[in-house]
């Protein structure tokens, strides 16, 4: 079975502009998240979909928001870039949306803002 | 705020020593506990999920979970060179804290 794929693997983008970010969970898992790890800061929780719903929702700006489609894949958006914003992007997948579920991550998106 | 706090380290132990990775967390009402494994420039990597209080074992990991002390322990047996990374817990799947770093030298 096919692991989490995230495209693209690396982005570089300058301030101001946007950027999407795009996930496929493995087969058969409905429930994607995502987060933003910095050195500084960690695994930051972004968002988590399930079947096309955002259940839950961390401390980010509006400037970041998501979407889940149909098949389950996912997207991320982040408009008006800044420079803070440079980090690697992880989504994971789980079979539900139940805090249980072990969750699997993909290879993550590089993304630097210059 | 739900809150998982690790010890960043660097924990230093020998290769063949035992290595103890240690998790605490604020909602005493959390059910599910995970441990990752980070290489560095790579993506979380799951090695166990424990769910009831006690001891899970798996191959040389051993996870222990205690819900009314809310802490979360992680023990890796015979431990190798290539087990140096960086340890992630987390609690309820979306909680994560901010790793603590092993260094295993031969």
């Known amino acids: 079975k096919a692991g989490v794929t995230q495209t693209p693997r690396y982005l570089i983008k300058t301030r101001g502009q946007q950027v999407t970010l795009s996930c496929s969970p493995i087969?058969?898992?409905?429930?994607v998240s995502w987060y933003q790890q910095t050195p500084g800061q960690g695994l930051q929780f972004l968002f988590e979909?399930?079947?096309?719903?955002?259940?839950n929702k961390g401390n980010f700006p509006g400037r970041f928001s998501g979407r889940q489609f149909s098949n389950s894949r996912s997207e991320m958006n982040v408009s008006t870039l800044e420079l803070g914003d440079s980090a690697l992007y992880l989504c994971?997948?789980?079979?539900?949306?139940?805090?249980?579920?072990?969750?699997?991550f993909g290879p993550g998106t590089r993304l630097t803002v210059l | 705020q739900k809150e998982v706090e690790q010890n960043s380290g660097p924990l230093s132990v020998p290769e063949g020593a035992i290595a103890s990775l240690n998790c605490t967390y604020s909602?005493?009402?959390?059910?599910?506990f995970f441990w990752y494994r980070q290489y560095s420039g790579k993506s979380p990597e799951l090695i166990m999920s424990?769910?009831?209080?006690g001891d899970k074992e798996d191959g040389r990991f051993t996870a222990q979970l205690n819900k009314a002390s809310q802490y979360v322990s992680l023990l890796i047996r015979d431990s190798q060179p290539s087990d140096s990374a960086t340890y992630l817990c987390?609690?309820?799947?979306?909680?994560f804290g901010t790793g603590t770093r092993l260094q295993v030298f031969p």
């Open positions: 909602d005493r009402g959390s059910q599910s």
């Open positions: 087969s058969g898992h409905r429930s």
């Open positions: 994971a997948s789980s079979l539900g949306a139940s805090g249980g579920d072990e969750q699997f």
């Open positions: 979909y399930f079947s096309e719903t955002q259940r």
């Open positions: 424990i769910y009831s209080n």
């Open positions: 987390a609690v309820a799947k979306l909680i």
